[in-house]
């Protein structure tokens, strides 16, 4: 599979499909406008992160493998994009909205929490102040994950914080690895 950054920089928004039945792991090119309209439609509880946010990728990796198994049908439930918005990476989870309890007590577990809202980005460019909100816009079915009150994460350094990612993305393929030998339940 191509790298997906690297994608990204064309397509901006990409799903992920991971059907080992059909020997299937690919980006598909998507758009802000399908992504939109899919958390729009109600259908979904979508969970979004920066990449880099420290315990997100392990969080959506242990929800995946451990409720919705790559593999099995309940795999197609589970739905992941990448998405490169303002130059910065985010993934949005999508789940059935029916099952928003089951992935908020996963969240929770991971010693996460979902916050209202989608992220946004404050700053200054052009000698301006400026504000972006999330291209998918605010909507009911759409949270922010985020570490949860008092996490250690706010009060480590820069460099900690780097280097903290770092083994937890070594950890996740790892974890990753395991689960995917070990095959379908």
Not at 43 to 71: I, Q
Request: glycine share 6%; net charge neutral.
């Amino acid at each position: 599979m191509e790298n997906p950054y690297t994608f990204l920089q064309t397509h901006r928004v990409v799903e992920i499909l991971d059907d080992k039945k059909a020997g299937i792991h690919a980006a598909i090119a998507s758009s802000w406008d399908a992504l939109t309209d899919l958390v729009k439609s109600g259908k979904y509880f979508a969970l979004v992160s920066n990449d880099n946010r420290p315990g997100a990728m392990t969080c959506f990796t242990t929800l995946e493998f451990e409720k919705y198994k790559p593999g099995t049908e309940r795999n197609k439930l589970f739905r992941w994009f990448w998405c490169l918005w303002d130059d910065v990476m985010f993934v949005v989870v999508l789940t059935p909205w029916a099952e928003r309890r089951l992935v908020e007590r996963h969240v929770r577990q991971s010693r996460m929490r979902v916050a209202d809202g989608i992220p946004t980005i404050i700053g200054v460019r052009d000698g301006k102040s400026n504000v972006l909100y999330f291209p998918t816009g605010d909507d009911p079915h759409i949270f922010t994950l985020e570490n949860q009150s008092g996490s250690p994460v706010y009060d480590m350094s820069p460099d900690a914080v780097r280097a903290s990612i770092k083994e937890e993305a070594h950890q996740v393929i790892e974890y990753a690895k395991k689960r995917t030998h070990a095959g379908p339940k």
